[in-house]
């Protein structure tokens, strides 16, 4: 209904016009940038052609869904679901295409883990004859499927899952069964209410010998099985399976929880490419080494760190545009009582949240991109069994997820702080993104708890370098035996880190050998139990991860084949600095006790910092435009590219809040609560 | 429905029987620390009387709200604002009752500005006549107010409000109107849908001199304003008011927008106790000294450190309870293959996450109590308008607000991450509390920008102790010239952290000094840009806000009248190391630049805090079970009291879940979301 609002427009100069003024003063080559960041899988031309797809189609209009009900967003997530599935089909999407669709929707799909962990554990584990039988149902998805690992009870130590598949020798069958209530499985996807076949991990009990009724445990091994009905879609009999309800965020997700009752299933349940148990006789047969998911983890983590940069990237779009646009107080030191406000951005403390933000993103970017690189380098390797390579990548990788995942789930709440009061409200674009994202650091490996794998090979390439025995395993070995040997014979000199970058990118790896080499003393010569040294361990971890991040961004702009215009190696160089020295000045003390920084230097590191983030400043917007995040995925009104800050905010709460169709009964006395709605009370009541 | 999960119990040891293990291990006097912490306006008693009426009314029922859509939760939080105000009739509930209905209830009220800001307003700046004529209406709830000040384009800087209330001689009247977008009113809660009133700070603007067509602004005034009509409860003609649409948190809240287009209010509007304009010659009378506020302000700022507190006790009563409940891994250094799993609060990376943030629910106690306490005492000093002992205690409430709301919000999320795959679950307890609790960061004073106002007062106070004219104006220049004759006359004596607790204090204080010393340097003698220094300036308040929440749990442990147990006062020493050592590990240097604590002594703080938490570990669930925090407010199945944490979640999924009730089409060629639910896609779209 047009009203007398419709002609006001915001004070000038309006968010249009700041932002184009940030744009033409930068000289950041935005294309090139862009280029350079997203070329990987064609990912820039992908995302516009999906793009124009959901962009049309108002199924995959966002602006309102955060009104609605749990029930609800997981039906609009099926029906997305759905969608996207008949698109694939109707387009002909390749798997890359499919991933982007489901990245811009930016909702998590109910098929997800039928997409994934189902299928990809039917295909690593089914024998022949089984993915002959259940690939085809599963790629028609008459079976939808979920992955039923985790119980209740039990999440990383999966040797204490409880759950039972006892061999019956009689009937030739499985029998599932859940002893106790920890036993139930939960949180897995997918399994709610949407699948009609789970993967089941159950401990394999055998009997102790032939006939005996004592049994013994082979462990957890996988199942397949269908546990609803195909017409019907209810739980079969024997079988209590749901939704667990809502969650901080995912609420288009069903996880699930799924229990068994004696529930029998056929000798062919059991996936049998790598283990089996002899339909007649009862014979186990033992799983050949598992190292082969080592490779396909390294890949999954690459991953994580290149979705890391774009939360990050995400994140900080919003922050320095929408910080730009917004005005705040004029210069206090100004004599001028008229001086104009100041864009938010240009306080220190504003940019102090959200520019290391920026250059972290970046930092993140090439290590997700030379992981990328490692990992195809040494296919070849690993397919032929051979893990050598493996070993290390998988240590660093762990600290990495761990590393990263938690640099990008913060920069989410740290952005929406340095917003202020819009920050809080619904058009900030950040809610679902910090809901959601917030999985990341406990999922595939809870943050704290990896950061002992890195360590634990990090400290066992020390001890090998402090035996010297042999030739050293790997670079890591090498290292340690350069840090052991200048440590013995003089100390370092500490490093120029002001005057060359590749001093920062040694500061950071002497630190990391520090690190290790103290806590190797406490393991191996203080012989200090492992739990006791969880925390340090975790520093370790950190430290090396650190000095990835950074060795890795410095590779990228020095390298032979690193091909950027001089404009755009200068901005990178800029953003490469602000990264090290935010990192460095908080840990300082550390880069002081390894000898590698002078404390003249950590005392300069916060000016220096300042002197870095206002050289970016002016270059902020393009720096963020060049991340090429569209406003479809943003879904903010305060990081929306054109600027329109505040009238987006108004068109959404005056013309898009369903609350105000409604008229309320405020007084007291009454226990009507919508105007003339009568018992509503009640209705309210029966939802409680 | 009955089913075989009804049977189902958790393995052993279950929950309850591992928490009254912890119960019975530890010798913390619950009773007298309850006592200790809770006995200020009888907060204890109040607490149970009220909790008795809300917990056997279904409508204070909060295990299924998580379900509901924005709109339904508005209209249960006005069911259930009315509900609480009828049974404030009812019981004659005070204030105070008042208050803690609010806080179990814990669900903002739609209510809420009327019951505070509005009232307030009109009773400190309407006059005489028009308080006689608006108070009985106001506590009658005939009118429902809120407040509108903060705008779409303004917020912290209130002199840039764009809304005017321009002065028409002729009509004797006032022109309120919103010229811009950014004018309109924004944030203002209890506006959106509840209020029929409201008090509008409006740009005064009079004819620059009688006659003159040309207009001066005054600055902001208040102004009391009808905004809806009684009966049918519409907006009033030339008025635009509504709710903003969701927000992070405070579902049950209509913060809304407000705009004038030209409309006409009478003259009696303006609240003009202090400041108004004569009705018949248009003559413009002065505002009083507002320096009153500074008072309220002070009390206000108690409250929210005493809310903080509970807060933080919230919170770390959730993750300790779960932790001990919860079991993961075998001490790895264990040679017994059937080792028992491990509590997870017996690992160091878990301790480290939570129990210094039990430390600080403390700390932050005595703090809060503190100001209180000197807050009763220079009333009497405030009344008759000496306003000497108010300026110290509003500079340092500033950077305490900062500080101690940026702890207690960060504790949620990182008791959180530290509870694992069910921290991120609807059975937490954290999500409402952490989506409602991260306002508080930003409103009262973002965190950020408050800090200059103590780092503000400091530095004047070290200016005038270096001039070292006069008598020291506050115990803080004492202290500034006590620092300044030390450091010319000699290097102080580095303190015996470890060996005297008042040596912890002391260190404390002088790296305080220590910062605000530097930063006087910087502005005064090197002529540095107030925004240039900023980010140090926040640390010139955070250091200052710490010193003082370690002097005052000092003070409260070792003062005559702390009469406390011998055993207790052990336990609460532990926890004041614990805080101050934490606190000091994470920025160790500062200690070491300001010449407090020695390398070696910093160096040896990692161990000692584990130590610390070694001690208080089997004493975690008795010092929070100590906050008394009931579970009507919890809302927690990981933090129950008896223990019962997977019983808990699997009610809440298998038997409260609405989502359960509804079967759905899982195949993506069929439109069909619901299982014969026809064209429910339609329904949805409807919706986005």
Same mark, same amino acid.
């Given at each position: 209904?047009?009203?007398?609002?419709?002609?006001?427009?915001?004070?000038?100069?309006?968010?249009?016009?700041?932002?184009?003024?940030?744009?033409?003063?930068?000289?950041?080559?935005?294309?090139?940038?862009?280029?350079?960041? *997203?070329?990987?899988?064609?990912? *820039?031309?992908?995302?516009?052609?999906?793009?124009?797809?959901? !962009?049309?189609?108002?199924?995959?209009?966002?602006?309102?869904?955060?009104?609605?009900?749990?029930? &609800?967003? @997981?039906?609009?997530? /099926?029906?997305?679901?759905?969608?996207?599935?008949?698109?694939?089909?109707?387009?002909?999407?390749?798997? &890359?295409?499919?991933?982007?669709?489901?990245? *811009?929707?930016?909702?998590?799909?109910?098929?997800?883990?039928?997409?994934?962990?189902?299928?990809?554990?039917?295909?690593?584990?089914?024998?022949?004859?089984?993915?002959?039988?259940?690939?085809?149902?599963?790629?028609?998805? !008459?079976?939808?499927?979920?992955?039923?690992?985790?119980?209740?009870?039990?999440?990383?130590?999966?040797?204490?899952?409880?759950?039972?598949?006892?061999?019956?020798?009689?009937?030739?069958?499985?029998?599932?069964?859940?002893?106790?209530?920890?036993?139930?499985?939960?949180?897995?996807?997918?399994?709610?209410?949407?699948?009609?076949?789970?993967? +089941?991990?159950?401990?394999?009990?055998?009997?102790?010998?032939?006939?005996?009724?004592?049994?013994?445990?082979?462990?957890?091994?996988?199942?397949?099985?269908?546990?609803?009905?195909?017409?019907?879609?209810?739980?079969?009999?024997?079988?209590?399976?749901?939704?667990?309800?809502?969650?901080?965020?995912?609420?288009?997700?069903?996880?699930?929880?799924?229990?068994?009752?004696?529930?029998?299933?056929?000798?062919?349940?059991?996936?049998? $490419?790598?283990?089996?148990?002899?339909?007649?006789?009862?014979?186990?047969?033992?799983?050949?080494?598992?190292?082969?998911?080592?490779?396909?983890?390294?890949?999954?983590?690459?991953?994580?760190?290149?979705?890391?940069? /774009?939360?990050?990237?995400?994140?900080?779009?919003?922050?320095?545009?929408?910080?730009?646009? $917004?005005?705040?107080?004029?210069?206090?030191?100004?004599?001028?009582?008229?001086?104009?406000?100041?864009?938010?951005?240009?306080?220190?403390?504003?940019?102090?949240?959200?520019?290391?933000?920026?250059?972290?993103?970046?930092?993140?970017?090439?290590?997700?991109?030379?992981?990328?690189? /490692?990992?195809?380098?040494?296919?070849?390797?690993?397919?032929?069994?051979?893990?050598?390579?493996?070993?290390?990548?998988?240590?660093?990788?762990?600290?990495?997820?761990?590393?990263?995942?938690?640099?990008?789930?913060?920069?989410? !709440?740290?952005?929406?702080?340095?917003?202020?009061?819009?920050?809080?409200?619904?058009?900030?674009?950040?809610?679902?993104?910090?809901?959601?994202?917030?999985?990341?650091?406990?999922?595939?490996?809870?943050?704290?708890?990896?950061?002992?794998?890195?360590?634990?090979?990090?400290?066992?390439?020390?001890?090998?370098?402090?035996?010297?025995?042999?030739?050293?395993?790997?670079?890591?070995?090498?290292?340690?035996?350069?840090?052991?040997?200048?440590?013995?014979?003089?100390?370092?000199?500490?490093?120029?880190?002001?005057?060359?970058? !590749?001093?920062?990118?040694?500061?950071?790896?002497?630190?990391?050998?520090?690190?290790?080499?103290?806590?190797?003393?406490?393991?191996?010569?203080?012989? $200090?139990?492992?739990?006791?040294?969880?925390?340090?361990?975790?520093?370790?971890?950190?430290?090396?991860?650190?000095?990835?991040?950074?060795?890795?961004?410095? %590779?990228?702009?020095?390298?032979? %084949?690193?091909?950027?215009?001089?404009?755009?190696?200068?901005?990178?160089?800029?953003?490469?600095?602000?990264?090290?020295?935010?990192?460095?000045?908080?840990?300082?003390?550390?880069?002081?006790?390894?000898?590698?920084?002078?404390?003249?230097?950590?005392?300069?590191?916060?000016?220096?910092?300042? &002197?870095?983030?206002?050289?970016? $400043?002016?270059?902020? +917007?393009?720096?963020?435009?060049?991340?090429?995040?569209?406003?479809? /995925?943003?879904?903010?009104?305060?990081?929306?590219?054109?600027?329109?800050? @505040?009238?987006?905010?108004?068109?959404?709460?005056?013309?898009?809040?369903?609350?105000?169709?409604?008229?309320?009964?405020?007084?007291?006395?009454?226990? &009507?609560?919508?105007?003339?709605?009568?018992?509503?009370?009640?209705?309210? *009541?029966?939802?409680?």
């Amino acid at each position: 209904m047009p009203d007398f609002t419709d002609n006001l427009k915001p004070a000038s100069p309006d968010g249009t016009t700041i932002l184009s003024q940030e744009r033409s003063q930068s000289n950041v080559p935005e294309d090139e940038l862009a280029k350079h960041l *997203l070329s990987r899988n064609d990912f *820039l031309g992908r995302q516009q052609r999906i793009l124009q797809v959901l !962009e049309k189609d108002p199924l995959f209009n966002k602006s309102k869904q955060m009104n609605l009900s749990r029930p &609800e967003r @997981y039906q609009l997530g /099926l029906a997305r679901a759905k969608k996207l599935r008949r698109y694939q089909d109707q387009y002909r999407w390749d798997e &890359e295409d499919v991933s982007m669709s489901q990245y *811009l929707c930016d909702d998590v799909s109910p098929y997800m883990v039928h997409y994934t962990m189902f299928v990809t554990t039917v295909r690593e584990q089914g024998s022949d004859e089984q993915k002959a039988y259940w690939m085809p149902r599963i790629e028609r998805m !008459e079976a939808i499927g979920c992955y039923a690992q985790t119980e209740l009870g039990h999440g990383s130590n999966v040797r204490g899952l409880e759950c039972q598949a006892r061999w019956d020798p009689q009937a030739q069958e499985f029998i599932l069964h859940s002893p106790t209530l920890t036993a139930s499985k939960w949180w897995n996807g997918t399994m709610g209410r949407t699948a009609n076949h789970a993967i +089941v991990m159950a401990q394999l009990l055998l009997p102790k010998s032939q006939g005996s009724s004592e049994y013994v445990s082979k462990g957890p091994h996988p199942f397949i099985v269908q546990i609803r009905d195909m017409k019907t879609h209810l739980p079969l009999p024997g079988i209590a399976v749901g939704d667990i309800g809502p969650k901080y965020g995912y609420a288009p997700m069903d996880n699930g929880y799924l229990l068994f009752d004696q529930h029998r299933i056929p000798h062919s349940a059991m996936l049998s $490419r790598y283990s089996m148990v002899d339909k007649n006789n009862g014979t186990y047969f033992q799983p050949k080494n598992a190292a082969v998911v080592y490779g396909s983890l390294t890949y999954v983590r690459a991953q994580i760190i290149m979705h890391a940069r /774009l939360i990050m990237a995400r994140a900080v779009t919003i922050a320095v545009r929408y910080t730009c646009v $917004r005005r705040q107080f004029s210069d206090r030191d100004s004599n001028d009582p008229k001086a104009p406000e100041l864009a938010v951005l240009d306080y220190p403390t504003v940019q102090i949240r959200i520019l290391p933000l920026l250059a972290t993103a970046f930092a993140l970017h090439y290590t997700g991109e030379a992981m990328h690189r /490692l990992y195809e380098t040494t296919r070849a390797q690993i397919d032929k069994g051979d893990f050598s390579r493996m070993a290390v990548l998988h240590a660093q990788s762990s600290g990495l997820k761990s590393l990263c995942t938690e640099l990008a789930a913060n920069s989410i !709440e740290t952005c929406r702080r340095a917003m202020g009061g819009h920050g809080f409200g619904g058009g900030s674009g950040y809610i679902q993104l910090n809901n959601d994202y917030l999985s990341k650091p406990t999922v595939e490996g809870d943050n704290w708890m990896i950061t002992q794998q890195t360590a634990s090979y990090l400290i066992k390439r020390m001890q090998a370098a402090v035996s010297g025995k042999d030739k050293p395993q790997d670079e890591i070995e090498e290292h340690c035996r350069q840090y052991l040997s200048e440590r013995k014979s003089h100390r370092p000199d500490q490093l120029r880190i002001f005057d060359k970058d !590749e001093d920062i990118v040694e500061a950071f790896r002497r630190r990391s050998r520090d690190q290790t080499y103290r806590a190797h003393i406490e393991r191996n010569e203080r012989k $200090r139990s492992w739990n006791s040294l969880l925390i340090q361990l975790r520093k370790v971890s950190h430290s090396e991860s650190q000095s990835i991040l950074v060795a890795n961004f410095y %590779d990228a702009l020095n390298s032979k %084949d690193a091909s950027v215009s001089p404009t755009l190696r200068a901005h990178l160089s800029t953003l490469f600095r602000l990264f090290a020295f935010y990192t460095m000045d908080n840990e300082a003390r550390d880069f002081s006790k390894a000898n590698a920084v002078s404390e003249q230097d950590l005392d300069a590191l916060p000016s220096k910092i300042q &002197e870095l983030m206002a050289q970016i $400043r002016p270059h902020a +917007v393009k720096l963020v435009d060049s991340w090429k995040v569209p406003d479809f /995925l943003l879904d903010s009104a305060l990081g929306r590219y054109d600027g329109k800050v @505040y009238e987006d905010l108004f068109n959404r709460a005056h013309r898009l809040n369903p609350l105000n169709e409604i008229t309320f009964n405020p007084h007291y006395k009454s226990e &009507e609560i919508v105007m003339g709605g009568g018992d509503d009370l009640k209705k309210i *009541l029966a939802k409680l």
